[in-house]
């Protein structure tokens, strides 16, 4: 299992596959194995923390992964207060473009030139992130200036060391406060990374991606890939989604396998783990979204309730999509990082004065006993911590998967109350 020291003494986060969800990163485990804190498979026992909802999964010893052979340690600077960093990165909207292939993109999503410029989308630089980052730098006053600013990081060069920015060139998607100031990127990654999933009872088991190829006649991403198990080495090509088996070099008998997967689409800028870079997390940055149309009368240092009503807000998942369907719907709209997220949002919604959230889950998501389980404590969390009405929004999947496919499709959601 590899893992991240977390701030948190005695806690890792998972950089591997989280026994629980299957998903890399997020997730935590303690030092002493017992318990997993998932932060997508719900469970009765859970907390609230600045990186969202926590549901702890005990573990019996029979995990076989659950050696941890790889420990990242981290040396991260602390992230600055949301006024620096608002202060830094709208310095770096106006050093970055939005690239055509990223219009374009959101074009098809049916934002209007006009939404495009107010939301102030960008594209992560894929050449020469040290010279924007140096022009960056020259507008601030001082040399330490991106210090504790995630996505920037100090590289050692052959003539001394010089700041860049690190992640996979992508679609920037701002991250507002309430109060107008971007305190984060999500990267909507052009080409999410391979990765190697092992399965089974392997032992110390290492991969590596060597080269990626042409993709297969079906459309699936093919590589060659390195293993290191016990010593010996493993060179052979994978493609994408189809699991191979992983023998016993001694007994000849299948063990376990490796399949190769895409990574996620979507990630936190942030620079952790890197020299003098910085984490993201603690607490993660969440997304208000004003219609598009009122943004140009949003001043710094207000907050929206002035330009439109928010006794009733509405939340989703994700930046993007809570963009959008506020420019539909005309109301205010939350993106959270995920719908058990919304310890995050509680503070925001309390300064607005919200009476009545309505959550809007992708259409996929409400089917599953998992999700339907998330609500209830997403129901309970509000009725004992708030006196906000709660409701959710539902449609049938044929209308669209998110609420934004949803609305760009012309109907609008069904609105059920569940706290009331
Ligand atoms: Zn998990």
Known sequence: MKLRRSKNKGWYEIKSECPICGHRGWCRINEEKTIVNCMRVPSDDYFDSHIGRQYRHYLSDVYPDTAFDDIEETSDIDKKPNDYLDAVYRTLLEEVSLSDFHHKELAERKFTNEQIRLREYRSLPTNDRHKTTKRVLNRLTDHDALLGVPGFYEKEGQFGSFWTMAGHSGMMIPSR????????????????????????????????????????????????????????????????????????????????????????????????????????????????????????????????????????????????????????????????????????????????????????????????????????????????????????????????????????????????????
């Not at 999933?197 to 590596?208: A, Q, T």
């Not at 009545?356 to 089917?367: F, N």
């Open 177 to 420: 406060s309430i109060y107008n100031e971007i305190i984060g990127f999500q990267i909507r990654v052009d080409q999410p990374p391979l990765e190697m999933n092992f399965k089974g009872d392997l032992g110390h088991i290492e991969g590596r991606i060597i080269k990626e190829h042409e993709k297969d006649e079906s459309g699936f991403r093919k590589a060659t890939c390195e293993i290191i198990k016990n010593g010996r080495r493993l060179v052979g090509e994978l493609t994408e989604k189809i699991q191979q088996g992983i023998y016993d070099s001694a007994t000849g008998k299948l063990v376990g396998s490796v399949t190769l997967t895409q990574g996620q689409k979507y990630y936190w800028w942030s620079s952790s783990n890197k020299n003098n870079g910085s984490s993201i997390g603690t607490p993660l940055p969440y997304h208000f979204s004003l219609p598009s149309s009122l943004m140009d009368k949003w001043n710094y240092n207000d907050t929206p309730d002035r330009l439109i009503d928010c006794s009733e807000v509405w939340v989703t998942e994700g930046g993007l999509k809570s963009d959008r369907a506020a420019d539909v719907l005309l109301r205010p709209f939350f993106g959270t990082p995920g719908l058990n997220s919304f310890s995050l949002i509680l503070e925001p919604l309390k300064a607005l004065e919200c009476k009545h959230v309505v959550i809007a889950p992708d259409a996929d998501v409400t089917i599953t006993p998992q999700v339907e389980r998330a609500l209830g404590q997403c129901a309970e969390f509000f009725a004992v911590n708030t006196d906000m009405k709660l409701s959710l929004a539902m449609w049938d999947l044929s209308l669209g998967k998110g609420i934004d496919n949803l609305v760009n499709n012309g109907y609008i959601p069904q609105v059920t109350t569940l706290v009331g």
